[in-house]
């Protein structure tokens, strides 16, 4: 199994910055993608940002240029640089991992971690 332990979210004012952190500790042989999604009240849950083993990125529209995604492969741990936040950005926001384990391939999530962005 594979757990995944966010922290970084809170409480900022608009134009403000924020960093978010996961790391991924079980009977890991590998991970492929690493990524952060985010559910606002009411909506589904939709990827914000996501990262290849190899530094591939994707971004979601709303967040170019804003957010930048990175990870550290030898502590399995996927960041999210989170800039100029809007009201908007307000959501739980959760990692994923697609990871190698001794059972298997499986998609793993984490517990989720609140932004909110207000003034």
């Known amino acids: 199994q594979v757990q995944l332990v966010e922290s970084g979210g809170g409480l900022v004012q608009p134009g403000g910055s924020l960093r978010l952190s996961c790391a991924a500790s079980?009977?890991?042989?590998?991970?492929?993608?690493m990524g952060w999604y985010c559910q606002a009240p009411g909506k589904e849950r939709e990827l914000v940002a996501a990262?290849?083993?190899?530094?591939?990125?994707t971004y979601a529209h709303s967040v170019k240029g804003r957010f930048t995604i990175s990870r550290d492969n030898a502590k399995n741990t996927v960041y999210l640089q989170m800039n100029s936040l809007k009201p908007e950005d307000t959501a739980v926001y959760y990692c994923?991992?697609?990871?190698?384990?001794?059972?298997?391939?499986?998609?793993?999530w984490g517990q989720g971690t609140q932004l909110t962005v207000s003034s």
């Open positions: 994923n991992a697609d990871a190698y384990t001794n059972v298997g391939r499986n998609n793993y």
């Open positions: 990262i290849t083993s190899s530094g591939s990125t």
């Open positions: 079980g009977s890991i042989f590998s991970i492929n993608a």
